[in-house]
């Protein structure tokens, strides 16, 4: 392996050195993704502040056929009402009670 000092310009670490291991005969191999036919995606804490977005992501993600929201506070009810008008072919659950299962 060899080291290379390169001065970063434009950043932060202006005028520090930085060290940067090259690595001989290093070829990057192209990574091939599976085909997955379908993919059920639970969200737990779908009505709080990060689950709303994250439930938006994954409606929008290509892989998700089926998204479950599951939240104790009847807000997901809105959040899955929210969700369903997005043009997407992934079908939205929610769940609001503890004894209900996906």
């Known amino acids: 392996m060899q080291v290379a000092n390169n001065t970063a310009r434009g ?6 050195r930085v060290h940067a291991v090259q ?13 997955v036919e379908a993919k059920r995606v639970a969200v737990l804490g779908a009505a709080g502040g990060i689950g709303q977005p994250l439930s938006l992501l994954l409606k929008m993600n290509k892989c998700v056929t089926e998204l479950a929201l599951f ?5 997901v009810k809105g959040v899955c009402a929210d969700l369903s008008h997005c ?3 992934v079908q ?3 769940i609001c009670n503890r004894h209900q299962s996906l």
């Open 87 to 89: 043009n997407t072919p």
């Open 11 to 16: 950043s932060s670490f202006a005028g520090k």
């Open 92 to 94: 939205v659950n929610n």
């Open 71 to 75: 939240d104790v506070a009847p807000l």
């Open 23 to 35: 690595r001989p005969n290093c070829s990057r191999a192209r990574r091939v993704m599976p085909v």
